[in-house]
């Protein structure tokens, strides 16, 4: 979502500025980086240049906030107060500080300006960031409370590798939120709601989670691999895992690196002649013999073609290879009716 303002937010805090004392306006403009360079400064650094201290920079800034707000310069720009205002409710009017001032600029001279107007509307409401939450803004304290308390209970309902298309979360957490207005029950105003939240994310390929999951918050190319394949739904050999990892997520995967890669890690399956199937699945590990005697383990004596059957689901492998391995004598043998069990 791109927000064009129909005013210059440079000009607007130019003109309210003009009602503050030189030393006073300096420092707030040092403080929210309103100069000719976007770099903010502490309480600290602004008070060394002045000599004085913490708190007394504290105070002039709360002064200068005062003085603008008594101002009739302030009264003036009314409209562009009432412009933000509805900016912040069209974007749920509970919105991350980062998306907020991202949609409406990339320039962070244009944000720190937009910010200042934030801090000195006596409309919007900031909560800083926490545990759970990230710096958000606010009109409506009953729904930033209603909104911050659905994302906590969500959160609670998540497994720890849990993996949800963005469909089905949203759908979820919008029907935790049955008592809001209809005009914020939409997927994009969900998202960015969702947004607000350190305990919950998305992955590369919009699929949604707990934050701090190796499922969401994708690393290594294990990890990159393990999203590959379950986005397949089968097994994938391992040089079209590399090409996958390239194509999904721009990232480079060289073929031998990725088949060691898989080798090493449980969560990946050789079912075949450098194939991998995710061992959630359902496939076991083990050379073909070792795949029939747990399938006879499980089942008991089964006919050769039970036998095929079931190996085929764990193993892409000829059925004469099926075959040769259960003619085995030390491994196997055939009973009168023709099924094969563990010797």
């Known amino acids: 979502m791109s927000i064009k303002l129909t005013f210059k937010p440079k000009q607007v805090v130019k003109r309210l500025l003009s009602a503050l004392p030189p030393r006073a306006s300096d420092v ?3 403080r929210y980086g309103l100069g000719k360079t976007p770099e903010r400064m502490t309480l600290e650094a602004i008070g060394k240049n002045y000599k004085i201290t913490r708190e007394r920079v504290r105070q002039i800034e709360n002064y200068s ?3 603008i707000r008594k101002s009739p310069l302030y009264n003036k720009e009314k409209a562009i107060f009432d412009e933000l205002q509805t900016v912040v409710d069209e974007m749920g009017n509970v919105v991350s500080e980062h998306h907020l001032l991202k949609n409406i600029s ?4 244009t944000q720190n300006n937009i910010h200042f107007l934030l801090v000195l509307g006596d409309a919007f409401k900031k909560r800083k960031e926490d545990e759970h939450f990230n710096h958000r803004w606010f009109v409506d304290d009953s729904l930033a409370n209603k909104v911050e308390t659905a994302l906590k209970k969500l959160y609670e309902t998540l497994e720890d590798e849990a993996i949800i298309p963005e469909s089905e979360m949203i759908s979820t957490f919008l029907d935790s939120l ?9 997927d994009e105003i969900a998202k960015r709601w969702l947004g607000l939240s350190k305990k919950i994310g998305h992955n590369p390929l919009g699929e949604w989670g707990i934050s701090h999951s190796s499922n969401i918050k994708a690393k290594g190319m294990r990890d990159f691999a393990y999203l590959s394949i379950r986005r397949h739904g089968s097994p994938m050999h391992f040089t079209e895992v590399a090409k996958s990892i390239k194509q999904l997520f721009d990232r480079e995967a060289h073929v031998a690196t990725c088949h060691n890669e898989l080798i090493k890690d449980k969560r990946f399956v050789l079912v075949g002649r450098g194939l991998y199937a995710l061992s959630e699945w359902g496939y076991s590990s083990g050379v073909v013999k070792d795949v029939i005697r747990e399938i006879i383990k499980k089942y008991g004596p089964l006919s050769k073609q039970e036998v095929v059957d079931k190996v085929l689901k764990e193993r892409y492998v000829k059925e004469n290879t099926i075959a040769v391995n ?3 004598p030390k491994f196997f043998k055939k009973n009168k009716e023709g099924k094969y069990s563990i010797v």
């Open 65 to 67: 906030f005062g003085v």
């Open 326 to 328: 259960l003619q085995n």
């Open 28 to 30: 707030v403009v040092n």
């Open 106 to 109: 990339e320039d962070l001279s």
């Open 178 to 186: 049955k008592e809001i207005s209809e005009k914020y029950r939409n």
